[in-house]
T-cell receptor
């Protein structure tokens, strides 16, 4: 099946700094990618839809200026958590559609802000 | 409203026993259904998916799921559970349309006892 690679797997950063998370589709092109956030013992909550060559679409309640998404190519989307604070600590997961359906996920990134 | 319900938050099954995880959905369009498994701190692995055709779908690791349109259900089954199956299981529904994110259930935690 298709492979989606997410990097880094975990990151610890100081409060006030920014962190970039990469999501790559390794063997297929993805014009659309999705970013989710998952709190402990919770389900995945869609944060935003990343569109290649255009602006991302954010879900209600997600701060656009805090969670910057860039989809610069057909195989790479990045999520930058700007001015991170402890409440941003979470598990972030990206996914990319296989052909027309969303089916494959990255390994996730555990972000801890101290 | 579009939603996915996994009624069982936590299930414990003896090793070697059969397993059924329940999933009910509410979706306005023709649903495309997925089951994912997540180990602690890991991303999501696709177990199986249903788009159309035979309502009994075979997946990886010996799992299968049956789509029942009349009951709006897509239950996951396995005849004999192994200790390595202990994980979090998520049911998800989406549309067969590029740019449409999945809607996830809250997940079911499976514990396997010896």
């Amino acid at each position: 099946g298709a492979v989606v690679s997410q990097h880094p797997s975990w990151v610890i950063c100081k409060s006030g700094t920014s962190v970039k998370i990469e999501c790559r589709s390794l063997d297929f092109q993805a014009t659309t990618m999705f970013w989710y956030r998952q709190f402990p013992k919770q389900s995945l909550m869609l944060m935003a839809t990343s569109n290649e060559g255009s602006k991302a679409t954010y879900e209600q309640g997600v701060e656009k200026d805090k969670f910057l998404i860039n989809h610069a190519s057909l195989t790479l989307s990045t999520l930058t958590v700007t001015s991170a604070h402890p409440e941003d600590s979470s598990f972030y997961i990206c996914s990319a559609p296989d052909r027309d359906t969303e089916a494959f996920f990255g390994q996730g990134t555990r972000l801890t802000v101290v | 409203a579009q939603s996915v319900t996994q009624p069982d938050i936590h299930i414990t099954v003896s090793e070697g026993a059969s397993l059924e995880l329940r999933c009910n959905y509410s979706y306005g369009a023709t649903p495309y259904l997925f089951w994912y498994v997540q180990s602690p701190g890991q991303g999501l692995q696709l177990l199986l998916k249903y788009f159309s055709g035979d309502t009994l779908v075979q997946g990886i690791k010996g799992f299968e799921a049956e789509f029942k349109r009349s009951q709006s259900s897509f239950n996951l089954r396995k005849p004999s559970v192994h200790w390595s199956d202990a994980a979090e299981y998520f049911c998800a529904v989406g549309a067969y349309q590029a740019g449409t994110a999945l809607i996830f259930g809250k997940g079911t935690t499976l514990s396997v006892s010896s």
